[in-house]
């Protein structure tokens, strides 16, 4: 933990907020970068040394989410599905995860922009397949910043005042806390994941067999490409 934090002040110190920005920008366009560590990781950094100002990691995290996720949507509006099927799986979005999220973009809209955020693969490429979707980019906008701001300003506030918080006690019952916090952050972690992947397992056999979809054009290829063995 201390090498982390080292590294971390480095980071800072040589670049600045900006680094968070850039790091949860990419993150949110489609790349697999640690966005959401480096918000925990920074946050809880600052509430140990006070070298760094909450408020502005906050404000870099949301600017850099909603300004990543705006380039994504661009990207997936000017690429398309026709060229995400055909080269999608070099990101990481197999013909499974590109159904899905046209299933879910089809059925949901800014709902999935909003709570994908909190959900790893939705947040790597919801921008993309909103793009790709051609939804529309006001609606977009909005649940882009609300889940923006909910996202990195939430995560930063409860991490950062949390982690206060517990600096602030001493001797056996700062430990006991640290100790229950670390227990139910890993239990809801589980939780999380375990549900996540009930979600994303009964969505997909939504979008195999959604009676209103249509049956042919990319739908039909999407499905056929899907059903084969691939990673999901």
């Known amino acids: 933990m201390t090498n982390l934090l080292d590294f971390l002040e480095h980071l800072i110190r040589e670049y600045g907020y900006g680094i968070i920005g850039c790091v949860v920008m990419l993150e949110s366009m489609g790349l697999p970068l640690p966005a959401e560590s480096l918000i925990i990781a920074s946050s809880l950094y600052a509430a140990s040394t006070h070298h760094l100002g909450i408020h502005w990691i906050a404000l870099a995290a949301i600017i850099g989410a909603i300004m ?54 939705l947040r790597l490429f919801s921008a993309l397949l909103a793009g790709a979707n051609h939804m529309n980019w006001r609606l977009f906008l909005v649940y882009n910043a609300l889940g923006g701001v909910a996202w990195a300003g939430g995560y930063a506030a409860a991490t950062y005042f949390l982690g206060k918080g517990i600096l602030n006690l001493s001797g056996p019952l700062a430990l006991s806390i640290g100790g229950v916090f670390l227990i139910v952050a890993l239990i809801i972690f589980f939780l999380l994941k375990r549900n996540e992947k009930r979600f994303m397992q009964a969505a997909m056999e939504a979008a195999h067999h959604d009676p209103y979809l249509p049956k042919d054009g990319e739908w039909a290829e999407l499905r056929k490409l899907a059903a084969e063995k691939q990673p999901s």
């Open 68 to 121: 990543g996720d705006n380039f994504g949507y661009l990207i997936g509006r000017a690429v398309g599905f026709p060229l995400l099927i055909k080269h999608g799986s070099k990101i990481g979005l197999t013909p499974k995860r590109l159904l899905l999220g046209r299933y879910l973009f089809q059925r949901h809209g800014g709902i999935v922009v909003f709570f994908g955020r909190f959900v790893v693969i």
